[in-house]
């Protein structure tokens, strides 16, 4: 089973290398703008450098803190002249918001998704099913993309509860037309059976490992 390369997650790393939650332990509520947006501008920047872009119809997928966003369409002005900037397509970005992220205001966030729809970006969910507000945030606003959490993909070949889980996610998903990403996938026989139960696209370590400044399976 060949993947197909819908999209490549800019993932936040130090300059040694040091993991995300060395890094995002690191933001509060001084920093969290500033953060937000030095973040976006250097994943657009290594993905134009890395030519993502010539990849046929793949995506930049970036991850962003819904609190950290005061006013969309003010503080996407840095993404759009960015993307600019790195002569990087921008309806080939795509923003996620984890199910997990703390939403002080749903109606904030609807409003960030909103905006960032008129502005041609795909939307997403991560880590859906990670917690208990995943129904509650999808019956408020339904993104491009639902990203399955991990801890429903894995041994989902051993696990007929977590079957019966993500065949209702993705039936719901296919009646309201948002595309199915499974994440976190580790063996041969998860990807099959999620293939054979409809999933065409999925990331994790069967595919590839993270790596700095690279696309894996690029070529």
């Not at 119809?57 to 369409?73: G, Q």
């Amino acid at each position: 089973m060949r993947p197909l390369h819908y999209a490549y997650e800019a993932l936040v790393r130090g300059e040694q290398g040091q993991g995300a939650g060395y890094i995002l332990s690191q933001v509060n509520d001084a920093n969290r703008y500033r953060f937000d947006q030095a973040c976006r501008v250097k994943a657009i920047e290594l993905a134009a450098e890395l030519g993502l872009h010539r990849l046929d119809n793949c995506k930049l997928s970036i991850n962003f803190l819904p609190n950290a966003v005061y006013r969309p369409a003010s503080c996407i002005r840095a993404t759009l002249e960015a993307a600019k900037r790195f002569d990087f397509p921008a309806n080939r970005l795509m923003f996620e918001v984890t199910e997990g992220e703390k939403i002080s205001d749903a109606s904030h966030l609807i409003n960030i998704f909103n905006e960032y729809r008129r502005q041609g970006f795909t939307t997403a969910i991560d880590d859906f099913g990670s917690g208990y507000s995943g129904l509650n945030l999808l019956a408020t606003f339904q993104p491009q993309v639902l990203k399955i959490d991990m801890e429903l993909t894995r041994d989902i070949d051993q696990n007929q509860v977590k079957k019966a889980i993500v065949s209702g996610v993705l039936l719901v998903a296919q009646q309201l037309e948002i595309t199915i990403i499974a994440e976190g996938i580790e063996t041969e026989a998860e990807a099959n059976t999620l293939h054979q139960m409809g999933v065409n696209y999925m990331q994790g370590y069967w595919f590839a490992r993270p790596e700095i400044a690279a696309l894996p399976l690029a070529n």
